[in-house]
């Protein structure tokens, strides 16, 4: 059998190239460098306008709500709003699921 399938020889292995550590290291680091500058910070950066939006609303604002509802709210609580919707009908939400403050006169304009 030896003599149709020739006999494969091993060779010893080389050393590895020096430095190929470092590179790994600095290949992550920048890795989650880029990460950071792609995906982290501006996340953080609209959150932090989203609770300042939030924490500056006030009665008489006009709203939109993350589910798309239109609405002036008419009262405010510690943690939720109170939007009027249509006439006579109210509607309770949380402070965090107001996603933008319209300017005054929308909610006409769009009626």
């Given at each position: 059998?030896?003599?149709?399938?020739?006999?494969?020889?091993?060779?010893?292995a080389g050393d590895a190239p020096a430095g190929?550590?470092?590179?790994?290291?600095?290949?992550?680091?920048?890795?989650?460098?880029?990460?950071?500058?792609?995906?982290?910070?501006?996340?953080?950066?609209r959150q932090k306008e989203h609770t300042e939006?939030?924490?500056?609303?006030?009665?008489?604002?006009?709203?939109?709500?993350?589910?798309?509802?239109?609405?002036?709210?008419?009262?405010?609580?510690?943690?939720?709003?109170?939007?009027?919707?249509?006439?006579?009908?109210?509607?309770?939400?949380?402070?965090?699921?107001?996603?933008?403050?319209?300017?005054?006169?929308?909610?006409?304009?769009?009626?």
């Open positions: 059998m030896s003599l149709l399938i020739p006999a494969a020889h091993a060779q010893a190929g550590e470092m590179f790994q290291i600095f290949f992550l680091v920048g890795l989650f460098v880029l990460f950071y500058f792609i995906a982290i910070r501006p996340q953080r950066k939006m939030v924490s500056a609303l006030g009665k008489g604002d006009e709203v939109v709500t993350t589910s798309g509802i239109l609405g002036k709210i008419v009262k405010l609580e510690d943690n939720f709003a109170v939007l009027l919707v249509a006439e006579k009908v109210e509607l309770k939400f949380q402070r965090s699921h107001i996603n933008a403050v319209l300017p005054k006169g929308t909610l006409k304009s769009i009626q």
